[in-house]
């Protein structure tokens, strides 16, 4: 089981529909695949129309691990199930610091699941926090979006550097470009200049699509109501790129 | 995904004949009809049922092959569109494997083709989610058998068993879908291509004993005759020719109990039966071991095997045709059922002078004297001992099996001490017979071809000729050991002890 993570400290960068898409394009490639959505917005939840639950305990001694099995619902595309979003992840750091090695507990409760699923992809919430602590210890892969945009760069920056001030592997940092105009200059210039300064990003660019925002008129992946497109293409390369990356293609 | 339609055999399927006329599904629910499809699907099996002995379903559609085994789906494949195979004709699979354990040399083929036709529908909540799949599957003529198949969506349990209570559909009877689609398609699976064992009971007129044995086994090998015309598989002329051995084998164990010339009259037809087919089998029998032989020698020899096997293929061929050509001969379909006419009516054949004896009495003093004559020719056995020999006492053992599988009821304790170390020994003197007949075989090759047989085919004859000869002397040595085990002191008293004289039973 490979643990791939949709992550950035920043919002807006297209986490979720990274998450949504990639999830999607494993299970279309024969991976028996779960997203986790760990962000209480619950927004790749929403997608595939599943109810956010409630049910997922988060205990003082350790994530539950029956309650995770509990919680999880297929989705409509066999092959793929879904750890629903819980309102209740707005406390997630503060019961994970309760916890001893409250580090490496999400890492504890995928290896639970490693039978169950090929690939398992994490949608995070923006931020940094103990729970995304979690997150770094816990994949295998960490994919960040990032608009070609000095904010979204200088985050960039900032995540390899906490991995480097708490001696975290940074090469499982994978950035790639998100949200990409190329009529935009900036975006242009600076797709040009970042890739030396970080050499992990990876060739796949995902270019900004109205059909993007259409998964929420949809609430499906954007394979399944326009392949043809540009970025529902990328998402699709996306995936074989990865999954070459962990061996898995 | 897995079809609905294969998952209408398993386990999981409900009767669904009398469907609820307007299923109404639970509050919030909606129901949406999802694709119909309508085809044809074959039910692979050997001519024996084989796959279905042993527990497993092999179905066709199109190319495609799906094996199941309870009701789970095991492994799929593709495969030949038409037309029967075996398994070693299917790529290198996991189901090949499975076929070759359960079908081993005989050929797979349909047994029955099923109408099915399959709709798959999808019930949905408030949100659009899918939160229940369930297929109908028809099957037969006219549909007549429903079944429902219930897909369940993991975290939804409590809408798929709502969504069933709504729909209705029983328990399945027992037998399920697949038995009752086959009977209502005329098809029913037998699963030996072998003769029901007769009843006989200690107390049965030799006579009348004897001609329960021989006329299922005549019968068994009239049936099968079919199959070496066609030429389905080997396993045809293989039972055709066991069921020949054993009625004539009944016959000369038990002389006496019919008048000697009629006897002698059938014995020899059979003899002749089996005869003409000798040379087929050899050839059957060396050409079923071909890869094995193949792979047996080093590389830079194995064309020319190939080539020698090639050359065995085309005499199979023009064998086959004169056999098929003898059993198709009107003097052979008259001659078989002048044979059985013989057997099938108690006036058939003449009462021989122990005709009225009873059927324990006079197995009781075969199977003593059989047994002390295989430990009078096993005494002297050693290393220098010629092969003939040791095929005498094969055929003295032949004699003793048959002769207490015929009438296991009449000798039960007997039977039951023998069957473990004769069967041991059997195995083992088959093995070495094998391979002394595969190498007779070749050097019977070499010795008609003389100077005419190319160089590299001559090296690979001589080759296997000795390869053959070393798994044989193995084969041999295993076949000495049980045979001391079989006629040990301990074991012939147990023996004699277990059948009490006759005159004590049967006064």
């Known amino acids: ?249 | 995904m897995r079809a609905a339609w294969m998952e209408a055999f398993g386990p999981g399927a409900r009767d669904f004949s009398a469907p609820s006329a307007d299923p109404a599904m639970p509050a919030g629910l909606v129901l949406s009809p999802r694709a119909v499809e309508e085809f044809e699907v074959e039910v692979m099996d050997t001519p024996s049922w084989g796959l279905w002995g042993a527990g497993l379903v092999l179905f066709r559609r199109g190319s495609s092959l799906a094996l199941c085994g309870k009701g789970s789906m095991m492994a799929e494949a593709a495969g030949p569109s038409e037309g029967g195979f075996f398994w070693w004709d299917l790529r290198k699979s996991e189901l090949g494997e499975r076929l070759g354990e359960a079908a081993g040399i005989r050929k797979i083929d349909a047994v029955a083709r099923l109408g099915v036709a399959a709709r798959d529908f999808e019930v949905s909540n408030g949100e659009g989610k899918v939160v229940f799949r369930f297929g109908v599957v028809s099957v037969g003529r006219a549909g007549s058998l429903r079944v429902l198949v219930p897909r369940p969506l993991r975290g939804y349990g409590a809408e798929a068993e709502a969504c069933c209570l709504a729909l209705g559909g029983a328990e399945m009877r027992e037998g399920g879908l697949l038995e009752r689609a086959l009977a209502d398609a005329g098809v029913s699976p037998h699963l030996s291509s072998g003769p029901a064992r007769a009843e006989i009971p200690p107390g049965l007129p030799a006579a009348e004993a004897l001609r329960r044995v021989v006329s299922p086994a005549l019968e068994t090998a009239w049936k099968n005759e079919e199959g070496i015309i066609r030429d389905t598989d080997t396993e045809f002329l293989h039972d055709y020719r066991v069921s020949l051995r054993k009625a004539r084998s009944a016959l000369g164990l038990l002389s006496g109990a019919l008048d000697a010339a009629g006897v002698s009259r059938v014995r020899d037809a059979l003899g002749l039966m089996a005869a003409r087919t000798n040379r087929l089998r050899d050839l059957d029998v060396y050409l079923l071991a071909r890869r094995d032989h193949e792979d047996s020698v080093p590389e830079v020899l194995r064309p020319a095997v190939r080539a020698l096997f090639d050359s065995l293929s085309e005499e199979r061929t023009r064998e086959q045709a004169s056999v098929a050509s003898a059993l198709l001969a009107p003097r052979h379909r008259e001659l078989t059922q002048e044979i059985s006419a013989l057997f099938d009516r108690p006036d058939g054949l003449a009462p021989g002078p122990e005709a009225e004896v009873p059927i324990a009495a006079a197995v009781s003093a075969r199977v003593a004297r059989r047994h002390r004559k295989i430990a009078k020719l096993a005494r002297d056995l050693g290393a220098e001992t010629p092969d003939a020999q040791l095929h005498a006492i094969r055929i003295q053992c032949k004699k003793l099996r048959y002769l207490l599988e015929f009438f296991a009821a009449a000798v039960p304790q007997a039977a039951t001490i023998l069957e473990h170390p004769l069967r041991r020994l059997q195995n083992r003197l088959g093995a070495f017979n094998d391979a002394s007949v595969q190498r007779e075989f070749l050097l019977d090759l070499w010795q008609h071809a003389g100077p005419g047989l190319p160089p590299d085919r001559a090296v690979a004859v001589g080759t296997l000729a000795g390869l053959l000869h070393a798994q044989g002397a193995g084969f041999r040595a295993g076949a000495q050991r049980a045979l001391e085990a079989l006629t040990s002191p301990a074991l012939l008293k147990s023996v004699r002890r277990s059948l009490p004289p006759v005159n004590t039973i049967y006064p």
């Open chain 1, 1 to 249: 089981m490979k643990i791939f993570a949709s992550y950035s400290i920043k919002g807006g960068v297209g986490k979720t529909s990274l998450s949504v898409n990639l999830s999607y394009a494993f299970r279309c490639a024969g991976l028996q695949t779960l997203l986790v959505d760990l962000d209480p917005q619950g927004a790749a939840t929403f997608y595939f129309r599943v109810s956010s639950t409630e049910k997922f305990p988060l205990k003082g001694d350790g994530l539950s691990v029956s309650g995770l099995r509990e919680a999880i619902r297929e989705s409509d595309y066999s092959g793929l199930d879904i750890l629903p979003a819980s309102p209740s992840y707005r406390k997630f750091d503060i019961a994970l610091d309760g916890m001893r090695k409250s580090r490496k507990q999400l890492r504890f409760l995928m290896d639970e699941l490693a039978s169950d699923y090929d690939a398992v992809v994490l949608d995070c919430p923006p931020g940094l926090t103990l729970l995304s602590e979690n997150v770094f210890r816990a994949s295998d892969l960490l994919l960040v979006p990032v608009i070609p945009t000095v904010l979204s760069s200088r985050t960039l920056a900032q995540a390899y550097e906490f991995f480097a001030g708490h001696d975290l592997p940074a090469g499982v940092i994978r950035p790639f470009f998100s949200m990409v105009q190329s009529s935009h200059r900036m975006h242009h210039d600076l797709m040009a200049t970042l890739p030396a300064e970080f050499p992990a990003f990876l060739k796949t660019a995902v270019p900004h699509a109205a059909s993007v925002e259409k998964m929420g008129l949809h609430r499906s992946p954007i394979q399944t109501f326009d392949p043809d497109c540009p970025a529902a293409r990328a998402y699709a390369a996306l995936s074989l790129e990865v999954l070459a990356l962990r061996g898995q293609s």
